[in-house]
């Protein structure tokens, strides 16, 4: 046990490890993000998604978790802003292929340079729907408050700076596993899709979050 009464450490970074190559929102986000706009728009993604993680480590620490665990109404709201943010991102990402299916390809470099500037999105855009996607779910919230006492012994001596160091360590650990899926997708880029596939995945992005947001919105509190 440490000095400030963390226990079984290696069992808490395979945890993490599981965890984060487990599918769902924030490894979905990091790799569309990756696929759209390379490696610094996954990186943005993936640091919006960490800082993300700082607030759910905070407010565990500091009893945030917990109201989302006994109150029905707090678990509520923050339910439903995450689903309907999901719902937003799905729609884009349809609207997105809509419009590549409207709108003829460029005839040359000039008019697809242009194109192309007109949809990226910056690296801020980014970094905030990554941490959007990941503050407004409450299954994180309650994850947080669930996992960490685990690795706490119960004669810690000081179990809020246990929860933040345990924290740390969570969103450490998650960053770098985001940074090295990041440049393992990244190379993907350079295979050139035809118009008609970029299309289907584009729309493929969109059913998945819109899925993402279906399960969210049916989540209930524990």
Known sequence: MTPLGLQDLALFSLTVLVLNATPGVDLLFTITRTLKHGVRGGLAGAAGISAGCVVHAVGAAFGLAALLATSAAAFAVLKWAGAAYLLWL???????????????????????????????????????????????????????????????AAEAPHKTWAFLALGAWFVLQSAVFLIALVLAVAPLRRWRPGALLRRALDGLTGLLFLGLAARLALTTRP
């Open 90 to 152: 799905g729609f884009s990402a349809w609207r997105a292929a809509c419009r590549q299916a409207v709108d003829p390809a460029p005839v040359d470099a000039a008019s697809a340079g242009a194109s192309t500037s007109v949809a990226a999105e910056s690296p801020a855009a980014i970094f905030r729907q990554g941490l959007l996607t990941n503050v407004l779910n409450p299954k994180v919230a309650i994850f947080f408050l669930a996992l960490l006492p685990q690795f706490i």
